[in-house]
């Protein structure tokens, strides 16, 4: 591994090959269909949400655009590679950005950011954009025009599209700075976070450091388990939205305290699993019920928005009995647990969200991807009608897409015993109110890890996991999210120091700011005494 500053910034040109001058570069299986490489100056780009949390605001950036798309052999795909190069103050760093949902990158939305702070920084479609005519998140790519599986493209999303990105990236970031990169860095969240993980096993020297926020490890089992919400409410009536906010509150109030302090987050994984909340304890109270509407937003597609109907209403045992459902996870009619549920403290607006129309009938709003993995990827079926699912249709689909896509995308593919000889490092950390992802299969698995490498005090040295009370999906929730986990990881990476806690902050509605020091796994956050916001009134044991 270089340790050397990889190229002195002459004035604001580099020793290498100028921007308009880059050549294909060379990609073993695979045909470089074309390369385009333009310098763009005083580039500028609004904050906007999008699925794994806000893509920042960047001004008056100066770099060189490369795009390059390939072909791989035997195939018939078009891939895309972006890749951005600063003009001036490169840190000497590379960074490859991953995707979210059914999309392997989201291109100039995230890699601005980067750039901004000095990375070369890339982003790949996978093929998976069809040649720029569809969104990814429609799932449409998973089928061919007659309706079988595109193997093709289900691979470059499993895992090949991170090594021709890297491939790719570092090759043109030799040419056009005069050397390589002295650290490559993995940074992704939820699809991309499981990436990160992939990349870790399949390609172990691709990346000194990897940062997979909230993996969607055990894709083929949570995704399944994200549409069990829809079909209990399709099948049992759907409430008013009202219901959901009402017990989340509850659930939290309950679960709080089984950490050893009330402060509004349930903070230890162990509170997590012990908290058993009984939704027949709400049964006849009466709440005060605002409807949630739909409208369009020009930037992220339809969102919920308040509706001017507000009402009193009393919950009732069938309310109760939607909850324990949702809360329990998808089952078979006997009673085989088939995944987790909803982890305790977790929004149920995701993947319960339900809105009023314009005819003031309720409807279920489907988490998009969930719907879209099972008709295209599981089901393999685009004429299928997702509203009329039955439980027994629901358990189907939920085996098919264990038996139909495990071989490629289960855990079994995620052996990292050539990332921890390769002396990579890997860091995650996880919203324990992960309202996509539950954050219990993430547990399972890294104790799987714990178990075949020797315990948790050696497999910390090369692999790091942090769980974040009352922390949301990606980022946001009502507990603090970490402030600089990439920052971490380049210390950890470049300097030798592991990080024993990762920093975490929020300001709420109210101004008040919570901080908090999160714990390495298995270790977990115990009160000491002092103000219940503060980082320093908690430690680690």
């Given at each position: 591994m270089n340790m050397e500053p990889a190229q002195v910034n002459f004035g604001q040109q580099y020793m290498g090959t100028p921007c308009a001058q880059l050549v294909a570069p060379v990609l073993p299986e695979a045909e470089i269909l074309k390369i385009e490489a333009a310098e763009v100056h005083n580039y500028s780009f609004p904050t906007i949400p999008i699925f794994q949390g806000p893509a920042p605001a960047v001004s008056a950036l100066d770099f060189c655009n490369v795009t390059v798309s390939l072909r791989h052999s035997g195939a018939d795909d078009t891939v895309y590679v972006n890749v951005w190069l600063p003009l001036r103050d490169w840190n000497g760093r590379y960074q490859a950005i991953g995707g979210g949902g059914l999309a392997a990158g989201f291109g100039d939305l995230l890699l601005g950011g980067q750039v901004a702070h000095g990375y070369a920084a890339s982003s790949t479609d996978g093929g998976l954009t069809l040649d720029n005519t569809i969104d990814p998140m429609s799932g449409l790519w998973a089928l061919k025009e007659d309706g079988t599986p595109n193997d093709v493209l289900h691979l470059n999303l499993a895992w090949r599209s991170i090594h021709d990105m890297a491939v790719v990236s570092k090759d043109v970031i030799k040419q056009f700075y005069g050397s390589d990169p002295s650290y490559s860095y993995w940074q992704g969240c939820s699809q991309g976070g499981r990436q990160g993980y992939a990349a870790a096993a399949k390609y172990p020297h691709d990346f000194d450091g990897i940062l997979a926020t909230a993996p969607a490890i055990d894709i083929t089992e949570f995704v399944p388990a994200d549409y069990w919400p829809p079909v209990v409410l399709r099948n049992a009536g759907i409430p008013p939205s009202c219901i959901f906010e009402e017990y989340q509150k509850s659930i939290i109030a309950e679960c709080d305290p089984l950490d050893g302090v009330t402060d509004g987050l349930i903070s230890t994984h162990e509170s997590l699993?012990?908290?058993?909340?009984?939704?027949?304890?709400?049964?006849?109270?009466?709440?005060?019920?605002?409807?949630?509407?739909?409208?369009?937003?020009?930037?992220i597609g339809w969102k919920k928005v308040p509706c001017?109907?507000?009402?009193?209403?009393?919950?009732?045992?069938?309310?109760?009995?939607?909850?324990?459902?949702?809360?329990?996870?998808?089952?078979?009619?006997?009673?085989?647990?088939?995944?987790?549920g909803l982890a305790p403290g977790a929004d149920f607006d995701v993947t319960a969200s339900v809105i009023l129309t314009e005819n003031d009938t309720r409807e279920v709003v489907p988490f998009m991807v969930a719907e879209n993995f099972l008709k295209y990827l599981a089901l393999q079926d685009p004429e299928y009608d997702m509203t009329k699912m039955t439980h027994e249709d629901y358990v189907k689909a939920h085996e098919l897409s264990i038996t139909r896509l495990g071989p490629l995308w289960g855990n079994q593919e995620l052996d990292l015993t050539g990332f921890k000889q390769s002396g990579g490092k890997l860091l995650t950390w996880f919203g324990l109110a992960d309202q996509y992802i539950t954050p219990f299969g993430m547990m399972r698995y890294r104790e799987g890890i714990q178990t075949k490498f020797g315990g948790a005090d050696a497999v910390d040295e090369w692999y790091r996991l942090f769980f974040a009370p009352g922390a949301g999906h990606c980022f946001g929730g009502h507990g603090p999210n970490p402030v600089d986990p990439l920052g971490a990881l380049v210390s950890w990476v470049e300097e030798g120091k592991a990080p024993d806690v990762l920093p975490a902050a929020r300001t709420t509605e109210a101004g008040v700011e919570i901080t908090r020091d999160l714990c390495r796994f298995p270790k977990k956050l115990t009160y000491t005494n002092g103000d219940v916001n503060e980082a320093a009134s908690f430690t680690c044991q």
């Open positions: 699993e012990s908290c058993k909340f009984d939704p027949d304890t709400l049964v006849g109270k009466t709440i005060s019920c605002g409807e949630g509407c739909q409208e369009l937003d020009p930037v001017k109907k507000t009402s009193d209403l009393t919950l009732t045992s069938a309310h109760a009995d939607i909850i324990r459902e949702i809360l329990r996870g998808p089952h078979t009619a006997d009673g085989k647990q088939l995944w987790y």
